[in-house]
């Protein structure tokens, strides 16, 4: 063994993230470190890294044992890490990004031109070709992580972590870095590689290390294993394939034509048309950033567009206030949990009721109906089995699955005929997320419309009966469930257009 | 039964930092008291029976409490809601002012003068604080900036009115002062020896009603959730202007009822400064921020200072020790209830420097926790 674990134990308060861990690592070795969230995986790659210290337990290299108390310990030892958020310069250039911290000097001064240089060798050696000269803030994302590989190498590490490297990239991006750290690995490298996504696991990885609740649970060589199994490994239990119930989708529920926004003289939508149907769930795709938010604000009130039509239920709600669009039929579970979702000082309560508590059951008179609203609350936790301590408890304390969850169920019990789901499962455990899954394909089998906005595009695809491709604030494909495929509603995240490969 | 118990326990867990506060700002006292080469416990003594151990001298302090809890229940009014209205003492006397002048002005028959004029007070004082709602929404200007400057300016324009056209010529000669109010809107007295009036029932029915307001009502619910994170409220439909304009003028209004009860309760005239100088705004202010924010929390407190400065007055006069001590007390029970945000600041602090002996390369310095 190259890089050995031994008996890591770490704990943040009373929560134990990694209890009593072991594994080793091979030389040239394409490791996965696999789990559900929370199971430990980022806290055991964070010890590895030198950003957290283990409580107890050993971790050796090439037979000698070492001490990492820092990042730049780590960095000494060659190891590096791609973190999933790029910490990167965004008004300095390539090279200077790469180099920095170990730059090249020339009479004592910083020697731009031969950092240019570095950069293109490294580029060359390792096959990953940037342009040294380019300012970071023009680079796409997939450019970044590149550009993040690339100081890792610079630093000379021997063992590379990657951090949920594929969760910001669209997938002809994701394939091209598969292939990377292959090449990495057969140069030689050490690769750690930490993941849900079981797929990629099975396409780049040797062996994969299994954790659950920051226990070790298993560890298995990809050739002896499948999907099956090492999902099984991860959640503790089989997950069924979904079924999808054939639906004919009914009336429009939802009609946008020709929307149009603009913050601050940038256009943000650029004349965005979509429509939902009863019994529909439609997903939009796309990386995160194309206008998917003020879409969503657009439609629920909390942002006044500049022209173009929105009708809900055949009525126009543009410019109506988010009250009156909510006392229409328009559910909404937030994109962001804490800064709309939710308070995290109110209790369950007050967390239940919030967008209901002017209906004549929730209040009369201005005066809250509080048995019925404990109840209404009661019966939410119990129905979507968020685990809870009890009803005074703050939001706060609540973990995000269970918290999610409360407010899935609250969307979800207006039984309004349109919800807008943005990134429901963001940040929840596989659990969590099948369960949400399920409500809203309950949801639609009732006959409601979903619109689902996702950046998570495995679920756009798995629940969406219709697929919008947006990008720069347009739509820029549709596709039916049957026609919708990966690569072609990747092509067209990345902007690509239509017709043109 | 039940219930019963479980509100006392979460009540006695809100209540826990001040009382571990005040015993502490207690301490700081009797270390000044030492150093004056006095016995902190017979000056404590003094301090306790000269405030709330005789009849006489309670009721003293619960006159002095009255405008002062009413002042606490008026910034909570509005810092629940995440509304820092820290200009409770312009709207006191803004409202006060105007119901005095109504009183004394209107010709109306003795109760019905009574209502009208509190109501036109409170209104005064709503309407002055509603000021700031408007310069927010048109301007964007800071509440706190904006309730912090119209103090000086409520008081100075009252200044100039009681000097100039409503000094009353016939006053006491030392201060610039109205004229009284008539007998028959003048509070009903609960004692014989001094001042203390139904003003101080009036108190209490605020802090229930503020209590009930708080808890019970769509209002109370849709600012409390405003004032927890207005993005979740905003989502949910709750129309936040509305929110700021009825919250900052219920602040408005109970401020301003807060100085009627000073002044038809014991005072039965304006004075100029008559209520910057005995502070009883900030006194409430204090006493809300002890006390979390709760109202009942807010009525002992309030009792509680008030206390420490009739007893001061007492140990001035009996005593080397100078009447604020009862300030230094009252400062340092404030400091230690707001420590609690230090104390977690620092503990936070702590453990992350645990985890990170040494200062991560800045490139990577954001680490999340887990």
């Given amino acids: 063994m190259f890089l050995e674990l031994k008996n890591i134990t770490k704990t943040f308060g009373k929560t134990v993230a990694n209890d009593n861990i072991s594994f080793g690592l091979n030389k040239g070795e394409i490791l996965a470190l696999i789990g559900e969230n929370g199971a430990g995986k980022s806290t055991i790659s964070k010890i590895l890294y030198g950003l957290n210290k283990p409580d107890s337990g050993e971790i050796f290299l090439d037979g000698k044992k070492l001490k990492i108390h820092s990042v730049l310990d780590a960095i000494d030892h060659g190891i590096g890490m791609v973190q999933q958020h790029f910490m990167l310069f965004e008004s300095y250039t390539v090279a200077e990004n790469i180099v920095y911290g170990k730059e090249p000097k020339k009479n004592g001064f910083f020697d731009r031109k031969r950092a240019a240089e570095i950069v293109r060798e490294l580029g060359d050696e390792y096959g990953l070709h940037i342009d040294p000269d380019l300012k970071v803030e023009d680079c796409s994302v997939g450019m970044r992580q590149r550009i993040e590989i690339l100081k890792v190498l610079y630093q000379n590490a021997d063992i590379i972590i990657f951090d949920e490297p594929t969760a910001v990239l669209v997938p002809q991006e994701i394939e091209e870095l598969l292939k990377t750290i292959k090449d990495l690995a057969k140069r030689g490298k050490s690769i750690i590689i930490i993941t849900h996504k079981l797929q990629e696991v099975m396409d780049v990885a040797d062996r994969t290390v299994v954790l659950r609740q920051g226990k070790f649970v298993g560890e298995r060589l990809i050739s002896e294993t499948d999907i099956k199994e090492l999902s099984y490994l991860m959640v503790g239990r089989g997950i069924p394939p979904r079924e999808v119930e054939k639906k004919e989708p009914g009336k429009l529920v939802l009609d946008v034509e020709d929307l149009r926004y603009k913050h601050e003289g940038v256009s943000i939508l650029n004349g965005l048309s979509i429509n939902v149907h009863e019994g529909e769930i439609v997903g939009i795709a796309g990386v995160s950033g194309n206008g998917q938010t003020e879409l969503i604000q657009c439609l629920t009130g909390l942002l006044k567009p500049d022209s173009g039509k929105v009708e809900l239920c055949g009525e126009d709600i543009s410019g109506k206030s988010v009250r009156e669009i909510r006392d229409l039929g328009c559910a909404h579970i937030p994109e962001d949990r804490y800064e709309f979702g939710c308070a995290r000082k109110a209790d369950l309560e007050e967390t239940s009721i919030m967008g209901y508590e002017h209906l004549p059951e929730f209040s009369s008179k201005g005066l809250l109906n509080e048995k019925h609203n404990q109840e209404f609350a009661l019966n939410l936790l119990d129905k979507y089995s968020v685990k809870y301590d009890h009803m005074g408890e703050p939001a706060g304390a609540l973990s995000g699955g269970n918290i999610q969850k409360l407010i899935v169920a609250r969307e979800i019990e207006h039984n309004s005929k349109f919800l807008i789901a943005a990134e429901p499962t963001r940040g929840v455990d596989i659990g969590a997320q099948e369960f949400i899954h399920d409500r809203l394909m309950d949801k639609r089998n009732r006959g409601d419309g979903v619109l689902l906005i996702s950046s998570e595009l495995s679920e756009v695809m798995s629940l969406s009966d219709r697929i919008y491709v947006i990008y720069d604030g347009q739509i820029r494909g549709e596709f039916t469930r049957a026609e919708a495929d990966t690569n072609k509603v990747g092509f067209l995240m990345m902007g690509g257009q239509n017709g043109q490969d | ?370």
């Fill in chain 2, 1 to 370: 039964m039940d219930k019963i118990k479980t509100y006392l326990k979460r009540f006695g867990a809100i209540m826990a930092q001040p009382v571990i506060a005040t015993i502490l700002g207690l301490l700081v006292g009797a270390v000044f008291i030492i150093a004056s080469d006095e016995n902190p416990i017979e000056i404590y003594q003094t301090m306790f029976s000269r405030s709330f151990l005789s009849p006489y001298y309670l009721s003293q302090t619960l006159t002095r409490a009255t405008p002062i809890i009413i002042c606490g229940i008026a910034t909570a009014a509005a810092w629940r809601a995440g509304y820092i209205n820290i200009g409770v003492e312009g709207q006191m006397i803004t409202g006060s002012f105007a119901a005095t002048l109504a009183a004394i002005y209107i010709p109306l028959p003795g109760p019905l003068l009574l209502i009208v004029s509190i109501l036109l007070g409170m209104l005064a004082g709503s309407i002055y604080a509603s000021i700031v709602s408007v310069l927010n929404m048109k301007f964007g200007s800071s509440i706190v900036i904006c309730t912090l400057m119209l103090n000086y300016v409520a008081n100075y324009i009252a200044s100039y009115l009681v000097s100039y056209p409503f000094m009353d010529p016939y006053g006491d000669g030392i201060s610039l002062v109205t004229q009284t109010i008539p007998e028959s809107v003048q509070f009903v007295k609960l004692s014989t020896t001094n001042n203390l009036s139904i003003g101080i029932i009036i108190a209490a029915i605020v802090v229930i009603a503020f209590y009930f307001m708080e808890r019970k009502t769509v209002f109370g619910y849709e600012s409390k959730m405003t004032g927890f994170n207005p993005n979740f409220a905003k989502y949910g439909g709750v129309f936040e202007r509305k929110v700021m304009l009825k919250t900052l003028a219920l602040s408005g209004a109970i401020a301003a009822l807060a100085g009627i009860c000073e002044i038809y309760g014991s005072k039965y005239r304006y004075t100029d400064n008559m209520f910057t100088s005995a502070s009883f705004a900030w006194t409430g202010l204090m006493a809300a921020l002890i006390s979390n924010l709760h109202p009942i929390g807010i009525f002992f407190t309030s009792i509680f200072l008030s206390g420490l400065q009739v007893g001061g007055q007492a140990i001035q006069r009996t005593s080397s020790i100078p009447i604020q001590m009862a300030t230094v007390i009252q400062s340092s029970i404030t400091l230690f209830v707001s420590a609690k945000l230090g104390v977690q600041f620092f503990s936070k602090w702590r453990k992350q420097k645990k985890q990170e002996p040494a200062k991560p390369q800045e490139s990577k310095g954001g680490a999340e926790t887990v």
